[in-house]
Structure formats: C-alpha cells, structure tokens
C-alpha cells in the first residue's frame, strides 16, 4: 500500500499584497515556480501580461505545463533554468517575483528593464533573511542596482518590494 504524503502549496498572500504595487507589467517572470501556484496567480491577476516560470525542477515543469494545457495566446509558459543563468535576453521583464527562493540580484537586474519591479515574497516570516543573509542580500541588491522600496508583512509572511533603477515609467504606466 502505498501512502501519499500531502504537498504544502506555499501561501500566496504575500505575493497578492506586493503585487498590488506594481502597475500593469506586460512580461512577468516567476523564479523557482514549482508547480506553477505563483505562476497562475499572476496570469490572473495581470490578464494582459505574458507571464513565465522559471524552476530547476524538470518534473516540476512537466507538472506546471499540464496544469496550463494548450494556451494558444502563449500568455503562460514554463522553461526548466536556474536563478543564476536565466534562459532569457537582457531588458526584457517589467516584474520578476520569487517567492521563497533565493534571488541573484545580478542575473536579475540582466534581465529586467530599467525600472522595472523585483519582488521577494516569503510565505513565512521565518523564511526572509536575517543577519547576514539579510546584508548580503542587500548588498547584492545595491550592487545590482536594484533599490529597496518597502517591506512589509502579509497574512504569515513577508514581502520586499525593489525597482531596477535607470529610470523608466512604472511598467504599463503611460
């Protein structure tokens, strides 16, 4: 007999409350998506947007793709990558969000555009960083040229919200 353990889907409040300040990006990008959670909530909430996940996770991917099924507007898509070399060309997301993952500012700040949004989200508090995982992460952000705009808690969580500075509108502004 075989005993199923039940998978713990994170908690996306702190994702919706960081969301809320972003505009209306057009291309969106979710790192470490899983099954695609995150992924469906973005398409959701921002119904113009192309929006994409990114996860290490062969398996995850597979999982995430017959979630979506045929999209023939090609709005959701899932690619199997990592953080740290995303298989994507410079300047081309408005939002990239990770929630409980861990970013790299650098490969970020490649990939979004000049004022476009970063949001970190943890689904528990417990999981931002602190002490020096915290100053490296902010070191790192500043490094890339990514400014922290808030921080806030959200249901059990957290988020933080950054911009790629270099100017520009806030995403579908204008």
């Known amino acids: 007999m075989q005993v199923s353990v039940p998978v713990s889907i994170p908690p996306l409040t702190p994702l919706a409350a960081a969301v809320?300040?972003?505009?209306?990006?057009?291309?969106?990008?979710?790192?470490?998506?899983?099954?695609?959670?995150?992924?469906?909530?973005?398409?959701?909430?921002?119904?113009q947007a192309r929006v994409r996940g990114l996860d290490r996770s062969a398996r995850a991917v597979r999982a995430a793709q017959d979630r979506v099924g045929l999209d023939p507007e090609g709005r959701v898509a899932f690619k199997v990558g990592r953080p740290g070399a995303l298989p994507f060309p410079d300047d081309h997301f408005d939002l990239v969000a990770a929630l409980d993952a861990t970013p790299r500012p650098a490969e970020i700040a490649r990939v979004l555009r000049p004022g476009g949004f970063l949001v970190l989200a943890w689904s528990e508090r417990s999981r931002a960083p602190r002490g020096p995982r915290r100053r490296l992460l902010d070191w790192s952000l500043r490094r890339a040229r990514i400014d922290r705009l808030a921080e806030e808690d959200a249901g059990?969580?957290?988020?933080?919200?950054a911009r790629l500075g270099g100017g520009g509108t806030r995403p579908g502004a204008g």
């Open 156 to 161: 059990d969580g957290s988020f933080a919200l």
């Open 20 to 47: 809320l300040r972003v505009g209306q990006p057009e291309r969106v990008l979710q790192l470490e998506c899983g099954e695609g959670d995150g992924v469906l909530f973005l398409a959701r909430e921002f119904p």
